[in-house]
């Protein structure tokens, strides 16, 4: 099993919600940015970054408190999405199949 995996996938736009899960604005986007992605195997954390040169990342997740599952979505064919506390579906993107299975083996 792969003990490091790092590259740029694609993160969904989404909007802040309030406590309840409601959106705060009416017109938000919902963008496919590119972001830079670490998996460190050992700790079982995927974190993301606007670049690889950056230091502090935008977000981690603890996989072992994560569902992730393969999706089909109307813009990328190539699918994961991420639900645990506190995230639901959070959607990365690869651009091959080959590259999102590589990403699942890790």
Do not use: M
């Not at 309030?18 to 986007?29: D, P, Y």
């Not at 040169?53 to 991420?82: M, W, Y």
Request: net charge positive; aromatic share 12%; charged share 30%.
């Amino acid at each position: 099993k792969i003990k490091h995996k790092e590259g740029y996938l694609f993160k969904k736009g989404g909007s802040k919600t309030n406590a309840e899960g409601r959106s705060l604005k009416f017109f938000t986007r919902h963008n496919w940015n590119s972001r830079f992605f670490l998996l460190n195997a050992d700790d079982g954390e995927l974190s993301y970054f606007k670049t690889k040169f950056d230091h502090a990342p935008l977000g981690t997740f603890q996989l072992s408190e994560c569902e992730i599952e393969r999706r089909k979505h109307h813009v990328h064919n190539c699918v994961l999405a991420i639900s645990g506390p506190g995230r639901k579906d959070f959607l990365l993107a690869a651009s091959s199949t080959k590259e999102l299975g590589e990403w699942e083996k890790a």
